[in-house]
């Protein structure tokens, strides 16, 4: 059950392409398809933005995408807004319906 | 609408009890897994334990694993975490957060797509 690994920071400026990556295991994100991405603002809850490693929910901008390649899922956000800056948390189901988070990564739009 | 309100924290002593509580309203809540999902304070998020839609299945993360009791109570709509022997590294807010529904076949939709507000637990003496 360790946490999958997100880099610390990233940045953009508006109008960009961001993507942050999200490292696992083959015993987590390489062995489903059931990576899942939070957008989270200063003392707020957690939201949904991606699930099921390229589904979005209802009402979740397409500039938001999601995809992975072995044991590593990624989230790209495209045509950067300053309402994206957040941190961004993946997570990863983990087998025995146990769920495993990363680290978190901090988005700072420039 | 769908809406989780968590209920509980507070401030514990070191070795304390707390129970925590979740009241869900707009959902049918007997038909999903539940979960409960901690922040300590800045830093990230973490998966603490979760509950199958009738209590018959729980699993909890390693580190509370013989101190935390998750439970729910359909009739009310509720779910519950029973923390014992805190630590301050329990020190976070916790979440209750809807989780994916399972048939009795299949589960679907592995996420969390509701969340509470959260409830401070701060474990200190």
């Known amino acids: 059950q360790s946490a999958l690994t997100q880099p610390a920071s990233v940045s953009g400026s508006p109008g960009q392409s961001i993507t942050i990556s999200c490292t696992g295991t083959?015993?987590?994100?390489?062995?489903?398809?059931?990576v899942s991405w939070y957008q989270q603002h200063p003392g707020k809850a957690p939201k949904l933005m991606i699930y099921?490693?390229?589904k979005r929910p209802s009402g979740v901008s397409n500039r938001f995408s999601g995809s992975k390649s072995g044991n590593t899922a990624s989230l790209t956000i495209s045509g950067l807004l300053a309402e994206d800056e957040a941190d961004y948390y993946c997570?990863?189901?983990?087998?025995?319906?146990?769920?495993?988070f990363g680290g978190g990564t901090k988005l700072t739009v420039l | 609408e769908v809406q989780l309100v968590e209920s509980g924290g507070g401030l514990v002593q070191p070795g304390g009890s707390l129970r925590l509580s979740c009241a869900a309203s707009?959902?049918?809540?007997?038909?999903?897994?539940m979960s409960w999902v901690r922040q300590a304070p800045g830093k990230g998020l973490e998966w603490v334990a979760n509950?199958?839609?009738?209590?018959?299945?729980?699993y909890y993360v390693d580190s509370v694993k013989g101190r935390f009791t998750i439970s729910r109570d359909n009739a009310k709509n509720s779910l519950y975490l029973q923390m014992n022997s805190l630590r301050a590294e329990d020190t976070a807010v916790y979440y209750c957060?809807?989780?994916?529904?399972?048939?009795?076949?299949?589960?679907?939709?592995?996420?969390?797509?509701?969340w509470g507000q959260g409830t401070l637990v701060t474990v200190s003496s």
């Open positions: 957060a809807r989780d994916r529904y399972c048939s009795s076949t299949r589960c679907y939709d592995y996420r969390f797509d509701y």
């Open positions: 707009g959902f049918t809540f007997s038909s999903y897994w």
């Open positions: 509950i199958k839609q009738d209590g018959s299945e729980k």
């Open positions: 083959s015993s987590d994100v390489g062995s489903y398809n059931l």
């Open positions: 099921e490693g390229s």
């Open positions: 997570c990863s189901y983990a087998g025995s319906s146990t769920f495993v």
